[in-house]
T-cell receptor
Framework: ETGVTQTPRHLVMGMTNKKSLKCEQH?????MYWYKQSAKKPLELMFV???????ENNSVPSRFSPECPNSSHLFLHLHTLQPEDSALYLC???????????????FGPGTRLTVL | EDKVVQSPLSLVVHEGDTVTLNCSYE??????LLWYKQEKKAPTFLFML????IEKKSGRLSSILDKKELFSILNITATQTGDSAVYLC????????????FGKGTLLTVNP
């Protein structure tokens, strides 16, 4: 256990469904991240929140909508997804250290998403 | 754009062997390089390297960074079947305080 939990662990949805992924960190960190991991591709950063403010948005389609209500919780709202969005979605957290610029991220177990 | 290349992409060894995994990178204003181990789901943190030539060790694992030649290696001695995993390398550049650029990983399989 890394102190970062994600629910659900598996999700199957149709292209017209709306669902949400949840991430919670118990490490007292102030930055949270969503990554997408597809087969045989590097981890792709999707969104970053630091101090509950979105600071990175890597050209992610609008059918993915993040929400960070506080520093411990992060959501990824999904709607009208495509089959190519099927992947492992990983949440991570870190302690934002702007002076030193170091970035040790702790990952959750991921949500395996299948879009039919 | 920051770039990370890991080699080999996959490796099969027998228990007791020593392995060396490679990570080369191109990054604007390098800040740090990180190694992760990913078994079934969550990548777990192994090492963070910021300075050249200083070896970091944790049990049978060790890693070192060469900022002049822009690469890092991860060594695992006396491998065990539990070392079987994907090993990920990532770098942080000055472009973003938050963005880890990952390589594709090395899939290590340790056979009994």
């Amino acid at each position: 256990e890394t102190g970062v939990t994600q629910t659900p662990r598996h999700l199957v949805m149709g292209m017209t469904n709306k669902k949400s992924l949840k991430c919670e960190q118990h490490l007292g960190h102030n930055a949270m991240y969503w990554y997408k991991q597809s087969a045989k591709k590097p981890l792709e950063l999707m969104f970053v929140y630091s101090l509950e403010e979105r600071v990175e948005n890597n050209s992610v389609p609008s059918r993915f909508s993040p929400e960070c209500p506080n520093s411990s919780h992060l959501f990824l709202h999904l709607h009208t997804l495509q089959p190519e969005d099927s992947a492992l979605y990983l949440c991570a957290s870190s302690q934002d250290n702007r002076v030193r610029g170091l970035n040790e991220q702790f990952f959750g177990p991921g949500t395996r998403l299948t879009v039919l | 754009e920051d770039k990370v290349v890991q080699s080999p992409l996959s490796l099969v060894v027998h228990e007791g062997d020593t392995v060396t995994l490679n990570c080369s990178y191109e990054v604007t204003n390098f800040r740090s390089l990180l190694w992760y181990k990913q078994e079934k789901k969550a990548p777990t943190f192994l090492f963070m390297l910021t300075s050249s030539g200083i070896e970091k060790k944790s049990g049978r694992l060790s890693s070192i960074l060469d900022k002049k030649e822009l690469f890092s290696i991860l060594n695992i001695t006396a491998t065990q079947t539990g070392d079987s995993a994907v090993y990920l390398c990532a770098v942080v550049g000055a472009g973003s305080n938050y963005k880890l650029t990952f390589g594709k990983g090395t899939l290590l399989t340790v056979n009994p």
